[in-house]
């Protein structure tokens, strides 16, 4: 055991954290999230919550949309028809935040029980089967949780700038647009709740892989040294107990990664349109930006939302990356598993459990978005490449509008 001394930051402050995320999600009416539980709500406050939820989701989903469907040509009249363009850019942007506010929606209500039965507290009983395994994994664990965290915060208080830049321009923007502002964020951070949490799940996932293998190369260096003697038939049967355990533990993972994306599938598939939308709006800007040929004309909210697409584009690559080194340790635990060493004298038991191990990791497939697409890193690359040659499309518009003004 640890001792208290010796725990980590993440370690000491990991309940600090959730709770703050069980906060930020209750505050945006998504009562479903809740990282570590660590006592039942009260009935009434439950039902309050819920209630609170579905009337939030509602003044988003219903009632807003028609405020600004009311006032669309306010948010998007201008003199300058090259800047028009880009803030028809924009509000497509808002779209597929809005869009998938409603996938998030739906899915939260559909699924409110499973993902709390099917991913928060399958994920508690792994971190309990895995409590005393090698701990070598959580210290990516715990820079990925870091480093999420510090960039959700960042990208809140860039786009808050944003908006009290907007409202400190009064004279030269609409009311409208700085309420619109307000709404795009809200909706990005509703949106986000969930793609945190989904991230969180499969960041677990990764560790659990990762402590997994650690455990079943363990298992393979004890096989390797069994001798022929007395005790040989004793030592498989332990060896063979080990490896079914083993075997149910990495199902386990297996199910809980596969009822993570089940249920979070179309909103990462919104994450992912937004993330194209969002590139092609940071790099019409930054055209915009240059075309201007001086600094000094280009308003501050267009800088900040090119800083926020940045970083918008850097959450969804890190949320890839975790997906990609999931298979990568896949693949790794599917090798240690050819590696095991013939049982002597042909224990049959151990030699079955060998092989049922090995015939479940052949027939296991990665989870893929609503049956179409792997969430890799090859999946961001298309996204950026998909991006620039739409972004191409709006150069030629911009051009055509340059002339014709």
Same mark, same amino acid.
């Given at each position: 055991?640890?001792?208290?001394?010796?725990?980590?930051?993440?370690?000491?402050?990991?309940?600090?954290?959730?709770?703050?995320?069980?906060?930020?999600?209750?505050?945006?009416?998504?009562?479903?999230?809740?990282?570590?539980?660590?006592?039942?709500?009260?009935?009434?406050?439950?039902?309050?919550?819920?209630?609170?939820?579905?009337?939030?989701?509602?003044?988003?989903?219903?009632?807003?949309?028609?405020?600004?469907?009311?006032?669309?040509?306010?948010?998007?009249?201008?003199?300058?028809?090259?800047?028009?363009?880009?803030?028809?850019?924009?509000?497509?942007?808002?779209?597929?935040?809005?869009?998938?506010?409603?996938?998030?929606?739906?899915?939260?209500?559909?699924?409110?029980?499973?993902?709390?039965? #099917?991913?928060?507290?399958?994920?508690?009983?792994?971190?309990?089967?895995?409590?005393?395994?090698?701990?070598?994994?959580?210290?990516?664990?715990?820079?990925?949780?870091?480093?999420?965290?510090?960039?959700?915060?960042?990208?809140?208080?860039?786009? +808050?700038?944003?908006?009290? =830049?907007?409202?400190?321009?009064?004279?030269?923007?609409?009311?409208? #647009?700085?309420?619109?502002?307000?709404?795009?964020?809200?909706?990005?951070?509703?949106?986000?709740?969930?793609?945190?949490?989904?991230?969180?799940?499969?960041?677990?996932?990764?560790?659990?892989?990762?402590?997994?293998?650690?455990?079943?190369?363990?298992?393979?260096?004890?096989?390797?040294?069994? #001798?022929?003697?007395?005790?040989?038939?004793?030592?498989?049967?332990?060896?063979?107990?080990?490896?079914?355990?083993?075997?149910?533990?990495?199902?386990?993972?297996?199910?809980?990664?596969?009822?993570?994306?089940?249920?979070?599938?179309?909103?990462?598939?919104?994450?992912?349109?937004?993330?194209?939308?969002?590139?092609?709006?940071?790099?019409?800007?930054?055209?915009?930006?240059?075309?201007?040929?001086?600094?000094?004309? +280009?308003?501050?909210? +267009?800088?900040?939302?090119?800083?926020?697409?940045?970083?918008?584009?850097?959450?969804?690559?890190?949320?890839?990356? +975790?997906?990609?080194?999931?298979?990568?340790?896949?693949?790794?635990?599917?090798?240690?598993?050819?590696?095991? =060493?013939?049982?002597?004298? #042909?224990?049959?038991?151990?030699?079955?459990?060998?092989?049922?191990?090995?015939?479940?990791?052949?027939?296991?497939?990665?989870?893929?978005?609503?049956?179409?697409?792997?969430?890799?890193?090859?999946?961001?690359?298309?996204?950026?490449?998909?991006?620039?040659?739409?972004?191409?499309?709006?150069?030629?518009?911009?051009?055509?509008?340059?002339?014709?003004?």
């Amino acid at each position: 055991m640890t001792s208290p001394d010796d725990r980590s930051f993440w370690e000491r402050h990991e309940f600090k954290f959730y709770q703050y995320g069980h906060v930020y999600a209750l505050i945006y009416g998504q009562v479903v999230i809740d990282y570590v539980p660590q006592k039942a709500l009260r009935r009434g406050v439950k039902v309050l919550l819920i209630l609170y939820g579905h009337l939030f989701s509602m003044l988003l989903i219903v009632v807003l949309p028609g405020y600004f469907c009311y006032h669309f040509r306010t948010l998007t009249d201008t003199l300058d028809r090259r800047l028009q363009l880009l803030f028809y850019v924009s509000f497509a942007n808002t779209a597929i935040k809005y869009a998938t506010v409603i996938v998030t929606y739906v899915a939260n209500t559909v699924h409110f029980e499973a993902i709390n039965q #099917r991913c928060t507290l399958q994920r508690m009983h792994l971190e309990q089967v895995f409590k005393n395994a090698p701990q070598e994994p959580k210290k990516p664990f715990e820079f990925f949780m870091y480093f999420k965290f510090c960039l959700i915060n960042l990208m809140m208080m860039i786009q +808050v700038c944003g908006i009290f =830049a907007q409202y400190g321009e009064k004279a030269s923007v609409s009311q409208v #647009r700085v309420h619109f502002a307000i709404y795009a964020f809200v909706l990005w951070n509703y949106t986000e709740n969930m793609a945190d949490y989904c991230y969180w799940i499969n960041a677990s996932v990764l560790k659990y892989y990762r402590q997994f293998n650690l455990q079943l190369g363990a298992l393979r260096d004890e096989m390797d040294g069994l #001798r022929p003697g007395g005790m040989l038939l004793h030592r498989c049967c332990e060896l063979s107990d080990r490896l079914e355990e083993l075997r149910r533990r990495c199902r386990k993972i297996n199910d809980l990664q596969k009822d993570s994306f089940r249920m979070h599938q179309f909103q990462l598939i919104g994450l992912m349109l937004s993330t194209l939308i969002n590139n092609l709006t940071n790099f019409y800007t930054l055209f915009h930006m240059l075309a201007k040929q001086s600094l000094e004309e +280009v308003s501050y909210p +267009v800088v900040v939302g090119s800083v926020y697409a940045t970083g918008f584009y850097i959450d969804t690559y890190i949320v890839t990356l +975790v997906n990609e080194h999931i298979k990568l340790e896949l693949d790794g635990v599917a090798l240690t598993v050819r590696r095991f =060493a013939e049982p002597p004298e #042909r224990d049959e038991r151990l030699s079955r459990e060998i092989e049922h191990f090995s015939l479940e990791l052949l027939n296991y497939q990665p989870p893929m978005l609503c049956g179409l697409l792997h969430l890799d890193r090859r999946l961001v690359y298309l996204i950026a490449v998909t991006a620039f040659s739409y972004f191409i499309t709006l150069v030629q518009f911009d051009l055509y509008l340059r002339k014709k003004s």
